[in-house]
């Protein structure tokens, strides 16, 4: 298993902005498909964006479009997630995940939880006025 480390979460107001940052331990096999996960007391871990490595081909959850960008830097060790516009919906515990090939990973479609096998601790985001 790949050891990720994420970083960010705070407590923001509606409309402001964070980043998040997954650090990973390796960039191999098992970290070709990586994705950001919330999730809110009482619902299920769902996918927010994805990126498949090798490609960059990305996926967003249709709530995140257009105000969240997910990427990698060159090294593929370091995952981020910019989220622009917060919203009080917003508010879950994010985590970061990896895992190897995945179809719907390389089509750029929503990944199930289940196609990844690394997990990090998670990171709590909290928008509130």
């Known amino acids: 298993q790949v050891q990720l480390v994420e970083s960010g979460g705070a407590s923001v107001q509606p409309g402001e902005s964070l980043r998040l940052s997954c650090v990973t331990t390796a960039n191999t096999d098992s970290t070709r498909c990586m994705g950001w996960f919330r999730q809110a007391p009482g619902k299920e871990r769902e996918a927010i964006a994805t990126?498949?490595?090798?490609?960059?081909?990305?996926y967003y959850h249709k709530s995140v479009q257009g105000r969240f960008t997910i990427s990698q830097d060159n090294a593929k060790t370091t995952l981020n997630l910019q989220m622009n516009s917060l919203k009080t919906e917003n508010t879950a515990n994010y985590y970061c995940?990896?895992?190897?090939?995945?179809?719907?990973?390389?089509?750029?479609?929503?990944?199930?939880?289940?196609?990844?096998?690394?997990w990090g601790q998670g990171t709590q985001v909290t928008v509130s006025s």
């Open positions: 995940a990896a895992g190897p090939w995945s179809a719907d990973c390389v089509l750029g479609l929503q990944t199930h939880a289940n196609a990844f096998n690394s």
């Open positions: 990126i498949w490595s090798p490609t960059t081909v990305k």
